[in-house]
């Protein structure tokens, strides 16, 4: 069974930086691609940044150039997601998800990050 665990998040000023991580354990393939997503209150889902298992990544416009996503190179089911210049639009729940060849996605648990102004 796939287990995805998220860590990381929390409460931080606006500008600070948090790093929230996503390890994926139960399986031994590594996963097609990994992404962020986050739901903000009232809103929908939406895509932060994915990477693919070439490496490829991409993002949504409203974090290009201050959130950065990467694997571990050691564990290439474990990713990371560097939020610096925050702002409090950021704040969400932040979802890992996980991805197979053949589409099937899996879930973290969901990690609140909230941005002070």
């Known amino acids: 069974q796939v287990h995805v665990v998220q860590s990381g998040g929390g409460l931080v000023q606006a500008g600070g930086s948090l790093t929230l991580s996503c390890t994926c354990s139960?399986?031994?393939?590594?996963?097609?691609?990994m992404a962020w997503h986050r739901q903000a209150p009232g809103k929908q889902r939406e895509l932060v940044a994915a990477?693919?298992?070439?490496?490829?990544?991409?993002y949504a416009d409203p974090v290009k150039g201050r959130f950065t996503i990467s694997r571990d190179n050691a564990n290439q089911n474990t990713v990371y997601l560097q939020m610096n210049s925050l702002k409090p639009e950021d704040t969400a729940v932040y979802y890992c998800?996980?991805?197979?060849?053949?589409?099937?996605?899996?879930w973290g648990q969901g990690t609140q990050v909230t941005v002070a102004s």
């Open positions: 998800a996980a991805t197979r060849i053949g589409g099937v996605t899996y």
């Open positions: 139960g399986t031994v393939f590594s996963f097609q691609a």
């Open positions: 990477i693919t298992s070439s490496g490829s990544t991409n």
